[in-house]
Nanobody, 125 residues
């Protein structure tokens, strides 16, 4: 059974940094398409960053230049390095995976089948 488990959330002041991790269990890791999404209070879930099978990355305009998605294939872990955090980054952050097909719309939630439980990120001004 495939399971995604996020960690690394927390509370920081504006301008600070956090690194989120997403461990993949129950799957023989082979560079699947994966992404990070978030849902802020009273907002819809939105795509933050995605990475394809070749390592190419996609970012939402709101996080370009501040966030970096990466992965450690040997450890089956996806990361999201978040720098220069802003109060508007406050949200529950989720990782997602599509393990069987190549997807093109990396920031669209219904492209992904597997989801983690989410980790809270709170940024204070």
């Amino acid at each position: 059974q495939v399971k995604l488990v996020e960690s690394g959330g927390g509370s920081v002041q504006a301008g600070g940094s956090l690194r989120l991790s997403c461990a993949v269990y129950g799957y023989t890791y082979s560079n699947p398409c994966m992404g990070w999404f978030r849902q802020g209070p009273g907002k819809e879930r939105e795509g933050v960053a995605g990475i394809d099978t070749n390592g190419a990355t996609t970012y939402a305009d709101s996080v370009k230049g501040r966030f970096t998605i990466s992965r450690d294939n040997a450890k089956s872990i996806l990361y999201l390095q978040m720098n220069s955090l802003k109060p508007e980054d406050t949200a529950i952050h989720y990782c997602a995976a599509e393990l069987r097909r190549i997807i093109r719309r990396h920031l669209v939630s219904n492209e992904y089948v597997y989801w983690g439980q989410g980790t809270q990120v709170t940024v204070s001004s």
